[in-house]
């Protein structure tokens, strides 16, 4: 997995946080790549790259998140509804509601996460462990 320290994206005049979605791009061979651009007490924004087939493996934390696709085809999942997302797709998924993020097995995908609040590092657990068991639903026998 490619890790990417947190910076700072460039400040405005008029106190703006401003960042290149395609300055950010990162991919890596082994799993999604997450590029940190903005993080607060209430609230948490990531350019998520994704090589074809990979994924953010089903979890359900306790924030809501809105997942905005800039490029590619994949699909969001939304409890227990998988929505087929393309370039220009907005899905917002509740708090406390099972999501995932999967790239389709010929594309790459491209979208921007926000989250609210922040998941916690305990809440990401599951992603970590479906990650490192290479399962996007550590629940279903598709994975």
């Known amino acids: 997995m490619a890790f990417h320290r947190y910076s700072p994206p460039s400040r405005e005049g008029d106190g703006v ?10 991919y890596a061979t082994d ?4 590029v940190e651009v903005f993080r607060s007490e209430r609230m948490k924004v990531v350019c998520g790259y994704f090589e074809p087939g990979q994924f953010i493996p089903v979890h ?10 800039k490029s590619g085809i994949g699909l969001v999942r939304d409890g227990d509804q998988d929505h087929h997302v393309e370039p220009g797709d907005v899905v917002v998924v509740e708090a406390d509601v ?25 809440e990401h657990g599951p992603v ?4 490192e068991r290479g399962e996007f639903d550590p629940r279903s026998e598709e994975s």
């Open 17 to 26: 946080t401003k960042t290149d979605f395609d300055a950010e791009r990162a």
């Open 128 to 131: 970590r462990e479906g990650l």
């Open 98 to 122: 099972d999501r995932g993020v999967r790239a389709d097995d010929d594309t790459r995908l491209e979208a921007l996460l926000v989250t609210a609040p922040p998941p916690t590092d305990a």
């Open 31 to 34: 799993r999604f790549t997450a």
């Open 60 to 69: 359900a934390p306790g924030s809501d998140v809105a997942v905005h696709v």
